[in-house]
């Protein structure tokens, strides 16, 4: 993977700045309780800028979850060329909800409860996830599997992930013992 240009990396940074200071500021004053110009503010930005990268509050709140996403994808380790795809799924699944993605899918809907105006940006953030997960499987597998398992997969890991995130099932102790039990179960046939 190539290095970003630094006009990129400083694109990246500024999302990043506005995004935190979005999340940040909805977790201290909920939703309603500051303006865009609170959040250019914390980021050090002109308001003009905020509009450079979001249409509104909501998209920047959720920004974070889909740059958490992106980052875990390039920084995943290497895997052995011959890795079953399910163990390099899984392996990616660990690798994404223990560097922090799950407990940031978790803000995200604890502050959706609290300002329901940010979920249809969160299910967004959720439908892009699946459909980010289902290409970089789908790359992974290339022709070595049938498209159909292939998103068999993804289905079945991210439905498992949309029950913990919606409380259907009991947050496991660390994100890599809930993955390790969805896909011992995935691998026996359930």
């Not at 940040?24 to 303006?35: A, F, K, Q, S």
């Not at 914390?42 to 308001?47: E, L």
């Not at 390099?88 to 609290?114: N, P």
């Amino acid at each position: 993977m190539t290095e970003p240009s630094h006009r990129d990396w400083k694109r990246q940074q500024t999302s990043h700045a506005l995004a935190r200071a979005a999340f940040e500021l909805t977790r201290e004053h909920g939703l309603e309780g500051y303006t865009i110009d609170d959040v250019v503010g914390r980021a050090g930005v002109s308001r003009r800028t905020f509009a450079n990268y979001f249409s509104n509050k909501e998209e920047a709140v959720t920004a974070l979850a889909l740059e958490q996403l992106h980052q875990g994808i390039s920084s995943m380790p290497e895997l052995p060329a011959d890795t079953a795809l399910l163990d390099w799924v899984k392996g990616l699944a660990i690798h994404q909800l223990s560097g922090g993605l799950l407990d940031l899918l978790f803000q995200l809907r604890d502050l959706a409860e609290a300002d329901p105006a940010l979920r249809p940006y969160l299910e967004s953030v959720h439908a892009q996830i699946r459909r980010t997960a289902q290409h970089v499987v789908g790359e992974r597998a290339g022709n070595s599997v049938s498209k159909l398992t292939s998103h068999i997969i993804v289905g079945a890991a991210y439905g498992a992930l949309s029950s913990l995130i919606d409380g259907a099932v009991s947050p496991p102790s660390s994100p890599g013992e809930f993955v390790e039990k969805v896909f011992s179960r995935l691998k026996s046939g359930l």
